[in-house]
């Protein structure tokens, strides 16, 4: 039975992640407005990606796919991310990490991290955002398999150091997850156990520089309450932040949707918009005043992203939830494809973290603006594992 379990999560290595993804969402969900949504979700989404990925006739298919391996790419990646950091903290002036870590209040903190990528122009967004979350963690995993330590670490450290700097905490992990994988992949359990203190450490940081009331500020959006441990708090934090929220704001959507706001019949497509004569509409942001009102009352601006089908609930309600159960399906296939023509186990290291990332966001924006498509095309340049240096 156990061989047969393995075999299968080496078959199917996106589908069985992503069954953890969704049963993270069911744990929010269930436990804010308990099967009201659940049901419906189960049988209108789940049931219907089951059937569509396993009746798919994808593994019947036979093409052979482009593998290129250019001499001297992985310093070129590298060299690419580094001098979009260097463009991108230049043209700001200043680093966010340090200025909100020196900040007093919360909402001051708050503005320093969107003011970091808001006051960008479009070419340097679009820039900064594929190079920390393909072109550093490409090379970074990339040196690695070829045993290059120098290039490995310079990509590792300019990537995480890069988020950081940035004062966004899932930049950190889109270069350190990666990395983390490869070693528990690779059963190298010392150097797993080093890349998670790391990680840790990052990430506390930036939670620290995030939140000013945690090392002598004032959380000047709420209420004060009884003082607590800050290790209880970040702790605390945290563990909301990975079991409920995903969940918790996924029900929130159902429940205001189309309640409060109408469904939007494509109204979010800017070109759909512009061809009708229509105002384009951005819900994670326009929600954001129903679900956190005390904010919105104090002039906080955020953005509510919540799990990748919920772009077609928002457009077209309930029943258009197999539409996107048969989209993920037919795009998980077609990573099967990549995964068995390129290096397998690099493919899903680099793939887990933006995989994961469908708890809380559009799986077109993935692809295109959030750089999951540009991995994949990097897979097709990958190098072969070497013996020795580089």
């Given amino acids: 039975m156990m061989k047969q379990f393995s075999a299968f999560i080496k078959a199917h290595p996106y589908f069985t992640s992503y069954l953890f993804v969704f049963g993270l969402l069911q744990i929010g969900l269930l436990n804010t407005s308990g099967f009201t949504y659940a049901s419906p979700l189960f049988f209108l989404f789940f049931v219907p990606f089951l059937l569509f990925y396993f009746g798919l006739p994808f593994e019947k298919l036979k093409f052979e796919t482009p593998s290129f391996n250019p001499p001297k790419l ?8 580094g001098l979009v950091a260097i463009l991108h903290l230049g043209w700001l002036g200043k680093i966010p990490f340090l200025e909100a870590w020196q900040s007093q209040r919360l909402s001051e903190a708050n503005l320093i991290r969107k003011i970091g990528s808001a006051s960008l122009p479009k070419w340097l967004h679009y820039a ?19 045993k290059n330590k120098i290039g490995f670490a310079l990509s590792l450290s300019v990537g995480v150091l890069y988020g950081l700097a940035l004062l966004q905490k899932s930049l950190v992990l889109w270069v350190s997850i990666p990395v983390l994988v490869y070693f528990l992949t690779q059963r190298q359990w010392i150097r797993a156990l080093l890349m998670s203190a790391l990680t840790g450490l990052l990430f506390v940081l930036a939670i620290f520089a995030n939140n000013p009331q945690l090392h002598g500020g004032v959380n000047d959006l709420k209420t004060p309450t009884p003082s607590e441990r800050k290790s209880s708090q970040v702790s605390e934090g945290l563990f909301k932040r990975i079991f409920i929220v995903p969940g918790k704001t996924l029900s929130m959507w159902f429940s205001h949707v189309p309640k409060d706001k109408p469904f939007l019949h494509g109204r979010d497509f800017g070109l759909y918009a512009k061809l009708t004569g229509q105002k384009t509409a951005d819900y994670n942001l326009e929600l954001y005043p129903l679900f956190y009102p005390e904010y919105a009352k104090q002039g906080v601006k955020g953005s509510v992203n919540t799990a990748h089908f919920m772009r077609s609930y928002a457009n077209f309600g309930w029943w258009s939830l197999p539409l996107a159960a048969a989209m993920l399906a037919l795009f998980f296939q077609l990573l099967n494809i990549v995964h068995r023509k390129t290096q397998g186990n690099l493919a899903f290291c680099l793939q887990i973290f933006p995989l994961l990332l469908l708890s809380s966001g559009s799986l077109l924006t993935l692809l295109f ?22």
Avoid: H, M, N
Wanted: cysteine-free; hydrophobic content about 60%.
């Fill in 74 to 81: 992985v310093w070129i990646l590298l060299g690419l991310g």
């Fill in 369 to 390: 603006s959030g750089g999951w498509g540009l991995i994949i095309l990097l897979l097709f340049f990958s190098p072969k594992p070497q013996a020795s240096d580089v």
């Fill in 128 to 146: 900064s955002t594929w190079s920390v979350r393909a072109l550093l963690p490409a090379s970074a995993l990339f040196f690695l398999i070829k």
